[in-house]
């Protein structure tokens, strides 16, 4: 499919279908927005390269809201990829960001917002990469687009083979504990693609400006699905 713009519209019709896709209310008082701008002076003055002082910052962030769960970041235009050299495009760095974190405890369940059939998993495991990733293959009115899943425990690889199913509902893997999840504070990266390309197991989720319209394209906003009323509504 190449028109994304049909993708978006074709959710949005589905709205009421999806499932929750984490064993967590998104849209309670305990739920706030994060910032990972570089206008955000805590992250600023942060080792971001120590996953432990990064944790603690997050934590923070999120006892300054009266929170415990944190979303947003799509298209976000980030500084905190900076911290690792996996992200460096020739002279330009990646820092637009693709999906949608949600920053909760490690071990939190992730399901199948829909039916699905396992497209590819892999354990990317490079410093500030998705580390262990899922990807699903979905159908909607004969439309096929996917689903990506990063920073995700090991143990969510266990036996999983290509083409397996999943019912709606159904648990799909856990959140992850770093360091094992990329080394990042607990979240989840959560995408939703048009077109995986020849990409098995791994998709870009970090852009450069340059590639805005691109992905923008590519990658509809991922809250047409968790549909948490802390977000922008979706575009």
């Known amino acids: 499919m190449n028109n994304t713009t049909t993708l978006s519209e074709l959710l949005s019709r589905h709205r009421h279908a999806f499932a929750p896709v984490l064993d967590a209310d998104l849209n309670t008082d305990a739920v706030c927005t994060l910032d990972f701008s570089a206008a955000n002076q805590l992250l600023q ?3 971001l390269q120590d996953t432990n002082a990064f944790n603690a910052a997050v934590n923070e ?5 009266k929170a415990s769960i944190g979303v ?3 298209l976000e235009d980030r500084f905190i990829y900076r911290r690792s050299r996996h992200f460096d495009v020739q002279a330009e760095s990646r820092n637009l960001h693709l999906g949608v974190d949600v920053w909760l405890p490690a071990g939190t369940a992730v399901y199948a917002p829909l039916d699905a059939t396992l497209h590819s998993f892999k354990d990317n495991d490079n410093f500030g990469d998705y580390g262990p990733t899922i990807i699903l293959q979905h159908e909607l009115e004969g439309v096929t687009f996917y689903t990506l899943y990063g920073h995700l425990s090991r143990t969510s690889l266990h036996n999983l083979q290509a083409g397996q199913s999943f019912a709606k509902g159904q648990k799909i893997a856990e959140v992850g504990p770093y360091p094992e ?3 990042w504070p607990p979240h989840l990266h959560f995408q939703i693609i048009a077109d995986m390309g020849d990409k098995y197991g791994d998709f870009p989720g970090v ?3 340059a590639e805005r319209s691109k992905y923008e ?6 809250n047409l699905i968790l549909q948490c009323n802390c977000l922008m509504a979706p575009r």
């Open 217 to 222: 394209l590519l990658c509809p906003n991922p």
């Open 181 to 183: 999840n990329g080394h």
């Open 61 to 65: 962030m999120l006892r300054q809201q």
């Open 45 to 47: 003055q942060t080792d």
């Open 207 to 209: 852009a450069t400006t």
């Open 72 to 74: 947003g970041g799509y």
